[in-house]
């Protein structure tokens, strides 16, 4: 054999190799995207204690949350899901999910596809899905995104219907309505200008999203949602907020001490609604909400309540301490955290520094709902103990990003 041949033949194995590699990679892709979506159904927040499968890659196998949530978007769409009373809800494109597990598909592909048949009408998908995969079968992702474009502009070719149903009146309206499950629905109109300012603040609070990933029908709700979480913490911790009856606004919530400490149980919300005690637990951890603590005979008892609030003078000390939330790795500045107590104050632990952490409402909730802990080591700063499933060791760690850049200085 002539070294030409040897190699030539050298290279055929060598892109065989590839080819098959490439095949298991995306397969297992598929399987963990199957796997994703399970978790997701069975309820991340049950099993792990995470509000997010994106959160839980993050911590679970460093997965950028970004990456992670594009891939849970991708594994929504290959895999059947299920309603909240259990019923099941087709996959948006089984066909594609069918090629991806047998290791035939490349995201970038899997993506295009997905992306033309959420703009399908539902009579058509079916059919859609089959040309473009039997198109896929010999092309790449850029040739059928331009079938695609095709399709829909023969579905379509008017293209979108012009949006002339806003009312030109300009009232502003809200509808803020508890449903008997405990989720609220949020509705309304507004002028063009509180529109634009409501926009860029939630923008601003809403985490970006990458510029390579198109329109994300499905995750810019939910980023809007937290961003409009966050929003109302900002409003009830600004100075500037009215006060009632001389108190920073709250929530009032009647609670037993004993579901207080335990966590176990439920509270009283307002006048209709109620909340977990573990909910409460955590509110009432920086007094963000005042508890009514009721004893055994529901009575009110008094629990020092000055004592359990945090002043102002020691929540500058704890700003200039932790300079923002003090979970690993978390960027969030001190106007958006609470003030964490190591041991909570209806166990009796002291509302000052030693008893004290600054947290962003997200990891403050982490750390109450998973097995993640929190103590002061002897140098005076807070670390943080990872749950056994992700550090068997459990080596402590710091938040290390709010400290001065040494060029800074
Ligand atoms: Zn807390
Ligand atoms: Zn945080």
Same mark, same amino acid.
């Given at each position: 054999?002539?070294?030409?041949?040897?190699?030539?033949?050298?290279?055929?194995?060598?892109?065989?190799?590839?080819?098959?590699?490439?095949?298991?990679?995306?397969?297992?892709?598929?399987?963990?995207?199957?796997?994703?979506?399970?978790?997701?159904?069975?309820?991340?927040?049950?099993?792990?204690?995470?509000?997010?499968?994106?959160?839980?890659?993050?911590?679970?196998?460093?997965?950028?949350?970004?990456?992670?949530?594009?891939?849970?978007?991708?594994?929504?769409?290959?895999?059947?899901?299920?309603?909240?009373?259990?019923?099941?809800?087709?996959?948006?494109?089984?066909?594609?999910?069918?090629?991806?597990?047998?290791?035939?598909?490349?995201?970038?592909?899997?993506?295009?596809?997905?992306?033309?048949?959420?703009?399908?009408?539902?009579?058509?998908? @079916?059919? #859609?899905?089959?040309?473009?995969?039997? +198109?896929?079968?010999?092309? !790449?992702? $850029?040739?059928? /995104?331009? %079938?695609?474009?095709?399709?829909?502009?023969?579905?379509?070719?008017?293209?979108?219907?012009?949006?002339?149903?806003?009312?030109?009146?300009?009232?502003?309206?809200?509808?803020?309505?508890?449903?008997? @499950?405990? #989720?609220?629905?949020?509705?309304?109109? +507004?002028?063009?200008?509180? !529109?634009? $300012?409501?926009? /860029?603040? %939630?923008?601003?609070?809403?985490?970006?999203?990458?510029?390579?990933?198109?329109?994300?029908?499905?995750?810019?709700?939910?980023?809007?949602?937290?961003?409009?979480?966050?929003?109302?913490?900002?409003?009830?911790?600004?100075?500037?907020?009215?006060?009632?009856?001389?108190?920073?606004?709250?929530?009032?919530?009647?609670?037993? %001490?004993?579901?207080?400490?335990?966590?176990?149980?439920?509270?009283?919300?307002?006048?209709?609604?109620?909340?977990?005690?573990?909910?409460?637990?955590?509110?009432?951890?920086?007094?963000?909400?005042?508890?009514?603590?009721?004893?055994?005979?529901?009575?009110?008892?008094?629990?020092?309540?000055?004592?359990?609030?945090?002043?102002?003078?020691?929540?500058?000390?704890?700003?200039?301490?932790?300079?923002?939330?003090?979970?690993?790795?978390?960027?969030?500045?001190?106007?958006?955290?609470?003030?964490?107590?190591?041991?909570?104050?209806?166990?009796?632990?002291?509302?000052?520094?030693?008893?004290?952490?600054?947290?962003?409402?997200?990891?403050?909730?982490?750390?109450?709902?998973?097995?993640?802990?929190?103590?002061?080591?002897?140098?005076?700063?807070?670390?943080?103990?990872?749950?056994?499933?992700?550090?068997?060791?459990?080596?402590?760690?710091?938040?290390?990003?709010?400290?001065?850049?040494?060029?800074?200085?």
């Amino acid at each position: 054999m002539s070294d030409n041949a040897t190699l030539s033949s050298d290279a055929v194995a060598i892109a065989d190799r590839i080819g098959e590699l490439l095949a298991c990679m995306r397969s297992a892709e598929a399987e963990l995207g199957a796997l994703l979506v399970e978790i997701e159904q069975r309820g991340v927040m049950e099993l792990f204690g995470y509000r997010s499968v994106a959160r839980l890659l993050e911590h679970l196998g460093d997965v950028p949350k970004q990456a992670g949530e594009r891939m849970m978007k991708r594994a929504r769409a290959l895999n059947p899901g299920r309603n909240l009373d259990g019923s099941p809800i087709p996959a948006l494109a089984p066909a594609t999910g069918v090629a991806a597990l047998a290791g035939r598909m490349s995201t970038p592909m899997i993506d295009v596809i997905t992306e033309v048949l959420t703009q399908v009408p539902p009579e058509h998908q @079916t059919s #859609v899905e089959v040309d473009l995969l039997t +198109f896929a079968a010999d092309a !790449g992702h $850029r040739q059928v /995104a331009a %079938l695609g474009a095709r399709i829909l502009a023969h579905l379509n070719p008017d293209g979108a219907e012009p949006d002339d149903t806003e009312p030109a009146n300009p009232t502003r309206e809200l509808f803020l309505r508890r449903k008997r @499950t405990g #989720v609220w629905e949020l509705n309304g109109r +507004f002028d063009d200008e509180t !529109g634009t $300012r409501t926009s /860029a603040l %939630l923008d601003t609070l809403a985490e970006r999203r990458t510029s390579d990933d198109g329109p994300d029908h499905r995750t810019l709700p939910q980023r809007y949602g937290d961003a409009f979480s966050d929003a109302v913490d900002l409003a009830l911790n600004s100075p500037d907020l009215p006060m009632q009856a001389g108190e920073r606004a709250h929530v009032m919530v009647a609670v037993s %001490l004993a579901d207080l400490k335990t966590g176990v149980g439920t509270a009283t919300l307002g006048d209709s609604g109620s909340m977990s005690a573990a909910e409460a637990r955590v509110l009432a951890c920086d007094s963000m909400l005042i508890p009514a603590v009721l004893g055994d005979k529901s009575e009110p008892l008094n629990l020092g309540r000055l004592r359990r609030l945090i002043s102002a003078g020691l929540r500058r000390a704890l700003y200039l301490r932790d300079r923002g939330c003090a979970f690993p790795g978390c960027h969030r500045p001190p106007r958006h955290c609470q003030g964490h107590h190591i041991r909570h104050w209806a166990d009796g632990g002291p509302t000052d520094l030693t008893n004290l952490v600054l947290m962003c409402a997200h990891h403050h909730r982490l750390l109450h709902r998973s097995d993640w802990e929190v103590h002061i080591a002897p140098d005076g700063l807070p670390e943080f103990l990872p749950p056994v499933f992700i550090d068997r060791r459990r080596k402590p760690r710091r938040n290390n990003i709010h400290e001065p850049l040494p060029c800074a200085a």
